[in-house]
């Protein structure tokens, strides 16, 4: 079976086609990150207009780059939740009118689903059950997973996801948007110890975070000293990063214990964080990841994650359906386990 993927649910036009038997077979992004980044942030409206504008054009990219023609899919899946809504609708007006047209299953995607699997797509693959620690722009969530769809949230972000706090803090520091990755490369030249930063919820029991204090430890950092220099922002990126990491190292660590389990799967664009992956590996027994291309917003995750879902049995009625705000918990479970 060859699924085209389709995912629009933020501000990343992604396309992929995902076959059973070879793989992920192509895999193209547009990133509106430049367009967004003299607002300081994603505008919503500029993000569905310019998914209108590249996701036909992907498509047909897409197709090119496998040697496909239309004729030669089977299935399409696209991203409905969650996300920005206007972005999103025309990901799934595309995906479902698109396999509606050629006669094909469609399936809609949850994107942390997505962003859960992705790691599954690499040569070693966790073994169920294992604990997902989920880290993107929206979301900062430890989930302990039985079975594709068989999800159980242990904890879960109070306030600010870790990405968002990524990017609130970059910006503080003068930093372009999306400011993850920006922060991380500028904490590289910082001298660490010079300035610590709470690692907050870390010092009571339980798995849930709270990331907004850090972004407010940042500031007064940031205005305690006259006249900022390059090494100076650089000592602050680095007390940061180095918070977000220990903190979210420490929770995992906690997690696996409570669940009385080995695996870690780590997922969502703040998983392309070296700092972090390091920190993991030492810390824990067993940690699982994706290619930093396949931890941010993708079109090979939801594929992919449309493939086992399709496979399995599921495809969606001729609804356009997309959902703002959707519980991992919600979805249906999948009795499959991937091994190819
Ligand atoms: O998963 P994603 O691409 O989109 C959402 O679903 O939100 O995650 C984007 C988030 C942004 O906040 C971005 O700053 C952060 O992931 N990010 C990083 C890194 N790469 C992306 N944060 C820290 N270090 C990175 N290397
Ligand atoms: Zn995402």
Redesign the pocket.
């Known amino acids: 079976m060859r699924v085209l993927g389709i995912e629009t649910?933020?501000d990343?036009t992604g396309v992929a086609v995902f076959d059973s038997d070879k793989g992920l077979i192509a895999d193209a992004i547009y990133s509106q990150a430049e367009m967004h980044s003299r607002f300081g942030g994603v505008v919503p409206e500029l993000a569905s207009r310019d998914h209108i504008r590249k996701t036909l054009p992907l498509i047909g990219e897409v197709l090119a780059l496998a040697n496909l023609e239309t004729k030669d899919l089977d299935a399409v899946a696209y991203t409905s939740g969650p996300?920005l809504v206007g972005a999103l609708m025309v990901g799934a007006t595309i995906g479902r009118t698109f396999a509606w047209a050629r006669g094909l299953p469609a399936i809609a995607v949850h994107?942390m689903e997505g962003?859960l699997l992705a790691p599954l797509l690499s040569e070693t693959k966790p073994s169920l059950p294992f604990v997902a620690l989920l880290?993107?722009?929206?979301?900062t969530q430890l989930v302990r997973v039985d079975a594709i769809g068989r999800y159980t949230l242990m904890g879960e972000s109070l306030d600010d996801?870790?990405?968002?706090a990524?990017?609130k803090t970059?910006k503080l520091l003068g930093l372009g948007y999306?400011?993850?990755?920006a922060?991380?490369a500028l904490a590289e030249s910082g001298q660490p110890g010079r300035f610590t930063f709470p690692k907050p919820m870390t010092d009571r029991p339980g798995l849930d975070f709270s990331f907004s204090g850090l972004k407010t430890a940042a500031m007064t950092t940031i205005r305690s000293i006259e006249n900022l220099t390059e090494s100076d922002r650089a000592d602050i990126a680095s007390a940061f990063e180095e918070a977000v990491v220990e903190t979210l190292t420490i929770k995992c660590t906690r997690a696996l214990a409570e669940a009385k389990l080995s695996e870690l799967v780590i997922a969502?664009?703040?998983a392309?964080?070296?700092r972090?992956r390091q920190r993991l590996e030492e810390s824990v027994e067993h940690v699982f990841y994706a290619p930093?291309s396949l931890?941010?917003?993708n079109g090979a995750m939801i594929a992919f994650a449309g493939h086992e879902r399709l496979r399995a049995g599921f495809s969606e009625p001729l609804v356009i359906r997309t959902q703002a705000r959707w519980s991992m918990e919600d979805l249906p479970e999948v009795n499959i386990f991937p091994n190819h």
């Open positions: 649910s933020c990343e996300g994107h962003h880290v993107s722009g929206g979301h996801a870790a990405g968002e990524f990017d970059a999306p400011g993850g990755p922060l991380a969502g664009g703040v392309a964080n070296q972090l930093p931890c941010t917003d």
